[in-house]
């Protein structure tokens, strides 16, 4: 079945440093890519997302870009910050269109020190 | 409405009570699903309605968890003889497809403690 491995966590940088959050996955097809994050109190909300190889989902200095070869999404930003701070998720959609369900990793707690 | 509500926000219960969790998706989001994520865990899928198509009812961890939904409207999530296992964030999301991908507005979940 499909399935989606984060690297484990947590993670603590500095303010302005370099962020890389590791992400692969096991699907059958071709599946959507996605980065949700949570931020403390607040619900799931999407990051970025990438729907076929080679895509790259981009937003709030975020990106991660879609390796078919290597069967991964990783996250990256050049410079976090403190607001930064949350748990990211990585997911897949396992089908189609509207009929489809998405499959987390376990995800992620950033901290972001100033 | 503008997003996704959930209620109750937080419930505490004895352990063998029954208990009804809401979900009140956006409106003319047609799909609408049910995850479970656990303190120090990933989000773990329920179940799955998409318009009139029968539910994936895959990830339902026992039958003392049912989950219904009228039309495209509410959905309920009901546990039936609540364990302390079931502790966890019940967590709503309806999805719109969008730009070739099906994207999952979550609402801010409800809080079940099993005593």
């Known amino acids: 079945g499909n399935s989606v491995t984060q690297m484990e966590g947590p993670v603590t940088l500095s303010e302005e440093a370099f962020l890389t959050i590791n992400c692969t996955y096991t699907?059958?097809?071709?599946?959507?890519l996605f980065w949700y994050v949570q931020y403390p109190g607040e619900g799931l909300q999407l990051l970025l997302k990438?729907?076929?190889?080679?895509d790259k989902g981009s937003n709030k200095g975020f990106e991660a870009t879609y390796r078919k070869e290597t069967t991964s999404f990783h996250l990256e930003k050049g410079s976090v910050q403190v607001s930064d701070s949350a748990v990211y998720f990585c997911?897949?959609?396992?089908?189609?269109?509207?009929?489809?369900?998405?499959?987390f990793g376990k995800g992620i707690t950033l901290s972001v020190r100033p | 409405g503008a997003g996704v509500s959930q209620s109750p926000s937080n419930k505490v219960t004895e352990k063998g009570k029954d208990v009804e969790l809401r979900c009140d998706p956006i409106?003319?989001?047609?799909?609408l699903y049910w995850y479970r994520q656990r303190l120090g865990q990933g989000l773990e899928f329920l179940i799955y309605?998409?318009?009139?198509?029968?539910?994936?009812k895959s990830g339902l961890p026992s039958d003392r968890f049912s989950a219904e939904r009228t039309g495209e409207s509410v959905s309920t999530l009901t546990i039936q003889r609540t364990q302390q296992e079931d502790s966890a964030v019940y967590l709503c999301?309806?999805?719109?497809?969008?730009?070739?991908?099906?994207?999952?507005?979550f609402g801010a979940g409800s809080r079940l403690t099993v005593l």
């Open positions: 409106s003319g989001h047609t799909a």
């Open positions: 699907a059958t097809g071709y599946p959507s």
């Open positions: 990438a729907t076929k190889a080679d």
């Open positions: 309605f998409q318009g009139n198509s029968a539910p994936d």
């Open positions: 999301a309806s999805s719109l497809f969008d730009s070739g991908a099906n994207v999952l507005t």
């Open positions: 997911a897949l959609s396992d089908g189609t269109g509207a009929n489809s369900k998405l499959t």
